[in-house]
């Protein structure tokens, strides 16, 4: 049995991968900045799975501590196969002028110091136990896309590049792995937490959404297979490819889809 630990998994892409990782018989970690969250979706998992192979540890990925501490706790049952670093954050999409210094610290401590941190600790461990697979989680800008309102996490997404890519170089010749994966455009609470569900940009931006986006009940399976399947370092498993989104647009007329009514009512309803 593959032990899986999964950074920032108690909803969202984390969640979704760690019920796949399950469902193919991993054991999974899981965690969050909060045992509360952690403590509920655990439970909730081990209704469906079993006890035995799900557990779950609180983890702030800025604190090296907690990070030394998730790995020890996942390394007790054996070695550790698979760490992937998912935990990230957002901030409203806007012009960088307008941006609050706090808000941009924090989305750079949590998804570049948090991403070193976590691969520092993972590449520690995996190279003590003399193998395992370290899988960094893309997203806007990690390609080079660039759009208005997202210069920050866009920046943080291109460095994630590059830190990859690097890693790549310092494990090689090992058994230690470093890769890449690329879950494209998923409707999650993170997505949308960059835009005002009420504007008129938002009525804009969602048509294309509503054609290169998918659930997390979509694209989560494709990438723990895939995550399963790899064998060498520098493994890319990507869910929205350049084809794939070429024909998303042209077939767009005759697919119409709504991946976001439930939200916007939610939004409705609390505004």
Not at 46 to 54: L, N
Not at 118 to 147: D, H, P, R, Y
Request: net charge positive; aromatic share 8%; with cysteine.
């Amino acid at each position: 049995m593959q032990t899986v630990v999964i950074t920032g998994s108690t909803r969202g892409i984390g969640r979704g991968l760690a019920e796949n990782f399950l469902a193919a018989g991993c054991r999974v970690i899981i965690s969050a900045r909060s045992q509360a969250q952690v403590n509920a979706v655990v439970a909730e998992l081990r209704a469906r799975f079993g006890e035995a192979p799900v557990a779950g540890l609180r983890c702030d990925i800025t604190d090296e501590e907690d990070l030394r501490a998730l790995w020890g706790f996942a390394s007790e049952a054996g070695p550790v196969d698979i760490w992937i670093n998912n935990a990230g954050m957002s901030i409203v999409r806007k012009p960088l002028a307008q941006q609050s210094v706090s808000d941009l610290c924090n989305i750079v401590d949590t998804n570049l110091t948090g991403l070193l941190l976590a691969c520092k600790v993972a590449l520690a461990g995996m190279q003590a136990q003399g193998c395992g697979q370290i899988w960094n989680m893309e997203g806007f800008g990690s390609t080079g896309q660039m759009a208005p309102g997202m210069v920050a996490y866009g920046a943080t997404k291109r460095a994630l590049n590059y830190v990859t890519a690097a890693l790549q170089k310092e494990v090689k010749g090992s058994a230690v792995q470093v890769n890449t994966l690329s879950p494209g455009i998923v409707v999650t609470d993170l997505l949308l937490g960059d835009y005002d569900l009420q504007s008129e940009q938002w009525r804009k931006t969602k048509k294309i959404l509503n054609i290169l986006g998918d659930t997390v009940e979509t694209v989560t399976p494709y990438l723990v297979r895939g995550i399963l399947a790899a064998r060498k370092s520098g493994t890319r498993v990507a869910w929205l490819t350049g084809p794939k989104a070429f024909w998303r647009f042209l077939t767009a007329a005759f697919n119409k889809r709504d991946l976001f009514s439930e939200y916007e009512s939610r939004a409705a309803e609390a505004g």
